[in-house]
T-cell receptor, first 112, second 116 residues
Framework: GQQLNQSPQSMFIQEGEDVSMNCTSSSIFNTWLWYKQDPGEGPVLLIALYKAGELTSNGRLTAQFGITRKDSFLNISASIPSDVGIYFCAGFNAGNNRKLIWGLGTSLAVNP | NAGVMQNPRHLVRRRGQEARLRCSPMKGHSHVYWYRQLPEEGLKFMVYLQKENIIDESGMPKERFSAEFPKEGPSILRIQQVVRGDSAAYFC??????????????FGPGTRLTVT
């Protein structure tokens, strides 16, 4: 099935550093979603973006919906150990039978 | 407002047995999605259901797997005659009914199925 290109695949950073990850698609989307999954748990919705160009923050997290509607990025500022986990992007179009199209995830490790 | 609930959290089955995984969506949500995840991999869509209807089962294996979401009670993912390759984490998600937030899916904690 269709998948989004999510990069990087993994990151290993020092506590306090900023993090940036992104997702790109060959198709346009009406909605971009960013999730975080902790080990042994289900994904948790972090940020939802509904409009091209939209920039939305949730604490130290900031995400943007690309102008072309084919990409999105997620930034984490001043990382802390509890930021460790896998971050997934997902795109949505109403015409796609309400299915989300998923990236393969970015695995983040933070060295205290 | 309770989140999406799944049970059991862990399920061990011998090869050939049946596995039944349950999912109760968030209150007011009537859209349910099932996903499968192997270790170190992403989420693989299996099936999308509304109350009493299967809307999209394009990700479900054709044999041994079935899903339902009855008018009353939880959604059930049923795997008959399990094989070792069915071992995985199975996640359920639900979404609101209308509006732009209808795209937002909220996940349960998952059921980890181990087939011995």
């Amino acid at each position: 099935g269709q998948q989004l290109n999510q990069s990087p695949q993994s990151m290993f950073i020092q506590e306090g550093e900023d993090v940036s990850m992104n997702c790109t698609s060959s198709s346009i989307f009406n909605t971009w979603l960013w999730y975080k999954q902790d080990p042994g748990e289900g994904p948790v919705l972090l940020i939802a973006l509904y409009k091209a160009g939209e920039l939305t923050s949730n604490g130290r997290l900031t995400a943007q919906f690309g102008i072309t509607r084919k990409d999105s990025f997620l930034n984490i500022s001043a990382s802390i150990p509890s930021d460790v986990g896998i971050y997934f992007c997902a795109g949505f179009n109403a015409g796609n039978n309400r299915k989300l199209i998923w990236g393969l995830g970015t695995s983040l490790a933070v060295n205290p | 407002n309770a989140g999406v609930m799944q049970n059991p959290r862990h399920l061990v089955r011998r090869r050939g047995q049946e596995a039944r995984l349950r999912c109760s969506p968030m209150k007011g949500h009537s859209h349910v999605y099932w996903y499968r995840q192997l270790p170190e991999e992403g989420l693989k869509f299996m099936v999308y259901l509304q109350k009493e209807n299967i809307i999209d089962e394009s990700g479900m294996p054709k044999e041994r797997f079935s899903a339902e979401f009855p008018k009353e009670g939880p959604s059930i993912l049923r795997i008959q005659q399990v094989v070792r390759g069915d071992s995985a984490a199975y996640f359920c998600a639900s979404s609101p009914n209308v509006g732009t937030s209808g795209s937002e899916q909220y996940f349960g904690p998952g059921t980890r199925l181990t087939v011995t």
